[in-house]
């Protein structure tokens, strides 16, 4: 755990020298202040992700939040947080209280230079969506994840642009038998601006990811992608390269990298993304490689002007090399929005999942209904 701390530590000291001086030019006035509660409440009838003797149970959830946020024109600094307590109704056990918050600060030092400081610090206990419960340790149990980024872009003409980019990844379980672990990585890109409906990039990644106690494994990436846009609402980016992984046990090998993204906005009522992922990378929660690819889809329509849809959906396979354990998720979320008010809102969502695996403890399917109310001021 100290471990930990330091890397946190660390992180929010970086993120404070880049924010500091303009957040002291400003007083609270000049922030956009929303503040957030939402009252809701769940039914899912499998809390504790079970193959086998599955507990079900309602759940309430209450929420209060807050969110600043300045824009100037050379600089953007947005914070927000919120306190989130679960209280379920047959098993006080599983009583929580969840935290997150987050800064994210962009600062233009000239036309031609930009720096753009992010930090995300989680404390929860259920995955906070399909991406999350993919390749997920098996049980209930709570995490802290803080994530950092740092990002500094340079146009060296109109058409050609340098990124460089640093970020780190600290993920800590609430278990025993999981250690804690930290991710470093770093990256170059070349931008090249083809067109307004073309562009190019390249890219080289560096990653290093620790556990404490453990080893390490380090992968470098080599990338290079197009940004085509179809017509005028329909865009395709893709990605292809290659991992050089040298794995927890010092095995080295050699693994392709590929994204796929296909985005269509119809209309201003309604969008659509879909996506193709395959990767190698380093897991958050045990020395190994995860193998997996992923493929979802995501329709955003607002049916009428008070009522919105958005359907979610992912399939995905992964495998765990040093463990011989292969995972297949498949899910679906379906959300209503319903405005009752300017500033009050309505939701009611659905969400099923299941995990098929070769080891049958980690088998389990999941059904969540949820609903509430969030009022915004």
Not at 81 to 87: A, E, F, M, P, V
Not at 307 to 334: A, P, R, V, Y
Request: aromatic share 14%; glycine share 6%.
């Amino acid at each position: 755990m100290k471990f930990t701390k330091r890397a946190i530590l660390l992180c929010c000291i970086i993120l404070g020298i880049f924010v500091s001086q303009s957040a002291a030019e400003l007083s609270l006035e000049d922030y956009e202040v929303d503040v957030l509660g939402s009252v809701g409440m769940d039914y899912d009838d499998n809390i504790t992700f079970a193959h086998e003797d599955e507990k079900d149970d309602f759940i309430s959830t209450l929420l209060v939040g807050l969110s600043l946020k300045k824009e100037s024109k050379t600089h953007t600094l947005a914070l927000a947080g919120n306190i989130r307590q679960r209280l379920f109704f047959d098993n006080s056990s599983f009583n929580k209280n969840a935290q997150d918050f987050s800064v994210d600060f962009k600062k233009e030092f000239s036309r031609f230079d930009r720096v753009h400081v992010s930090n995300a610090f989680a404390h929860a206990e259920e995955p906070g969506g399909f991406e999350d419960e993919f390749g997920r340790t098996s049980g209930r149990y709570s995490y802290i994840r803080n994530n950092f980024g740092f990002e500094y872009s340079k146009e060296l003409s109109k058409s050609v642009a340098l990124e460089f980019d640093y970020n780190n990844e600290v993920y800590s379980p609430d278990r025993e038998d999981l250690s804690d672990s930290v991710l470093h990585g770093t990256g170059v890109k070349v931008n090249y601006d083809q067109s307004s409906k073309r562009s190019f990039f390249g890219k080289y990644d560096f990653s290093a990811r620790t556990f404490d106690p453990g080893e390490t494994a380090i992968v470098h990436t080599l990338l290079t992608g197009i940004t085509q846009y179809l017509t005028k609402q329909l865009s395709l980016d893709v990605s292809v390269g290659l991992s050089f992984i040298d794995t927890f046990s010092g095995d080295n090998s050699t693994k392709p990298k590929i994204s796929v993204a296909l985005e269509n906005d119809f209309s201003e009522k309604t969008q659509m993304r879909l996506f193709y992922r395959k990767d190698n990378s380093p897991s958050s929660f045990s020395e190994d490689i995860f193998d997996s690819w992923r493929i979802g889809f995501d329709v955003q329509q607002q049916i009428l002007r008070r009522l919105k849809l958005n359907i979610l959906g992912f399939w995905g396979e992964g495998e765990f090399k040093s463990l011989g354990t292969h995972d297949q998720l498949q899910g679906i979320t379906t959300k209503l929005d319903y405005d009752l008010k300017e500033n009050i809102k309505s939701f009611l969502s659905y969400t099923y999942s299941e995990t098929d695996s070769n080891v049958t403890t980690r088998n389990y399917r999941r059904n969540l209904v949820s609903f509430g109310v969030t009022l915004l001021y």
